[in-house]
Every structure is written in structure tokens, then in C-alpha cells.
């Protein structure tokens, strides 16, 4: 009888750890969300839609670029605005998505051509990006962006 309980207990525990390495390697509906919210902002930049911008990052939201340029909702959006910088290509790749209850890290690649200045520039950026849940809805408060040669 002992023997039985203890096999089938041991049984239980070995299916537990199955699932729950099944549900890791399933993306959640969260990380989900998480990367399309990533290809909006993509999308926004290749549109200039400031609009689509302004929804996906929060208003404390604090940007520093591959230069060490550190930039606030505000001016980032105004740059945006401007049409200062005219991206031809743009995308996203290679993310990694973690969440931390209502916080959450995006880590990924981006790849772009765009014209800024009347310069043309190629480049390759990784990136994090993290998130806070504010009244149900991810928003962006961190940007961080470095190159990759």
C-alpha cells in the first residue's frame, strides 16, 4: 500500500514538472501582447504615427539611445513629429519577453535604414524595453538601445 501511494505520488509530481515546463515553452498571452505591442511602436516610427506612439508609452516614460541621448515621452514625440528622421526600413526581431507580475522586460534586435538630417544611416540596435501595467494596459516607462557593429 505504501509503495502504491508513493509511486503514484511520485507520479503526480513527474506529470507537474511536465506541464509546467510545457506551459513555460507556450508563449503566454501576455508575452504575446507584449511583442505586438513592440511591432505597433515599430509600425509608428515607419508611419510617423505619433498617435500610435503616445498609447504604447507612458507619460514618465525616460528613452536613452545608442549615443547615450536620454529623452522623455515629450521629446520623443515631438521627434517623431518633426519628420527629423524618415525610416525607409524597420523591424524587430529576436525578443524575449519576461513578466514580473505588472512589470514586464522586452529584449530584442532591431534593424533599420532611415535618413535622418539628409544623412543616410544603416544600423542594428539591441534593445530592452520595460513595461508597466497602468490601468490594465502595458505601457512603455524605459527604453534602452545599444549597437551592435
Known amino acids: 500500500m505504501k509503495i502504491t501511494a508513493f509511486s503514484v505520488l511520485g ?49 514618465t516614460f525616460i528613452s536613452t539611445d545608442a549615443e547615450g541621448k536620454v529623452s522623455t515621452k515629450a521629446e520623443t514625440l515631438a521627434h517623431l513629429k518633426s519628420g527629423q528622421t524618415k525610416y525607409q526600413t524597420s523591424q524587430v526581431d529576436d525578443m524575449k519577453v519576461s513578466v514580473y507580475g505588472d512589470t514586464a522586460v522586452v529584449n530584442g534586435r532591431w534593424k533599420g535604414k532611415f535618413v535622418e538630417k539628409r544623412k543616410p544611416v544603416n544600423g542594428t540596435e539591441r534593445f530592452t524595453d520595460t513595461y508597466v501595467r497602468q490601468n490594465g494596459q502595458w505601457r512603455c516607462v524605459a527604453s534602452h538601445s545599444s549597437h551592435i557593429k
Open 11 to 59: 507520479l503526480l509530481m513527474v506529470l507537474g514538472v511536465a506541464v509546467a515546463q510545457q506551459k513555460s515553452a507556450t508563449p503566454s498571452g501576455e508575452e504575446a501582447e507584449l511583442k505586438a505591442l513592440e511591432q505597433k511602436w515599430n509600425d509608428a516610427y515607419l508611419k510617423g504615427d505619433s498617435t500610435a506612439l503616445d498609447a504604447i508609452l507612458a507619460e
